[in-house]
């Protein structure tokens, strides 16, 4: 039998031969590192279509990251805690607070912004016309830091991704960033919060607008002010 290569010009003729060349190297290749043949079944091509579909991978969920934080013992944090402050609210809020991490009340409730700086978090919450449960809370660490010292580096990196996630699962418009750790976390920055509040900035697609955290106008009542002015943009976004 004759084979009828499907060219009509001569560049037609060495793209072709060009082709089975490389066929035939890659056929040549895949023998000599030990391929056998190639399972073409329909059940197999089936399988195998699927896998560029966007459709195959699930959608993220607040239950899904809860499920993979598990009994969480990736850092030194997992020793002292007594809960893990995953976060609470509106699954599918369109505003989200982040702060630092819990504090002596978060970690014995399991809830976060539960003390006297999340008394003040309400009613800035409330000032702004929400409700706590209209809106999602959480934290860049999910785990007290004993005696409420800062977060350490590796401790940030092992629980931000969670948070990531959350934030993926949650989809929303805006991130209210609290205090230095959450905006320089979220933000990937080193720069002062009073340099950073009162601007929209991004992560991941999401507006962020850092401002004072509430511990911090507990300490300095005069910076109120400046996180009012700071919620009045937010209101005006948020529309
Ligand atoms: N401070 C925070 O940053 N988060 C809390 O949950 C409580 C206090």
Redesign the pocket.
């Given at each position: 039998m004759t084979l009828r290569p499907p060219y009509r010009n001569k560049a037609v003729k060495e793209g072709f031969a060009a082709a089975v060349e490389e066929i035939n190297n890659t056929l040549r290749f895949m023998a000599e590192t030990g391929c056998r043949g190639f399972d073409c079944s329909k059940e197999s091509l089936k399988t195998i279509e699927v896998w560029g579909r966007k459709e195959v991978f699930l959608p993220e969920t607040l239950e899904a990251v809860r499920v993979d934080l598990g009994d969480c013992r990736r850092c030194r944090l997992s020793g002292s805690r007594k809960n893990i402050?995953f976060g609470s609210g509106n699954p599918h809020a369109r505003l989200v607070f982040v702060?630092?991490?819990?504090?002596y009340?978060?970690d014995q409730r399991g809830?976060?912004?539960?003390?006297a700086?999340?008394q003040l978090?309400t009613k800035i919450i409330e000032a702004i016309n929400y409700t706590r449960k209209q809106v999602y809370?959480?934290?860049?660490i999910k785990c007290r830091p004993p005696g409420?010292r800062n977060p350490m580096p590796d401790e940030i990196n092992a629980c931000f991704p969670f948070l990531g996630r959350q934030i993926t699962a949650i989809k929303p418009d805006f991130i209210c960033a609290?205090?230095t750790?959450?905006a320089q976390t979220l933000l990937e920055t080193k720069e002062p919060i009073s340099k950073l509040r009162g601007c929209f900035h991004d992560y991941m697609g999401v507006k962020v607008l850092p401002t004072y955290?509430?511990?911090y106008l507990l300490r300095n009542p005069d910076k109120k002010r400046d996180v009012w002015e700071d919620m009045k943009k937010l209101i005006k976004e948020l529309g």
């Open positions: 402050v702060g630092e991490g819990p504090g009340e978060e809830e976060p912004f539960v003390g700086a999340g978090l809370i959480c934290n860049i409420n609290l205090g750790f959450a955290h509430p511990a």
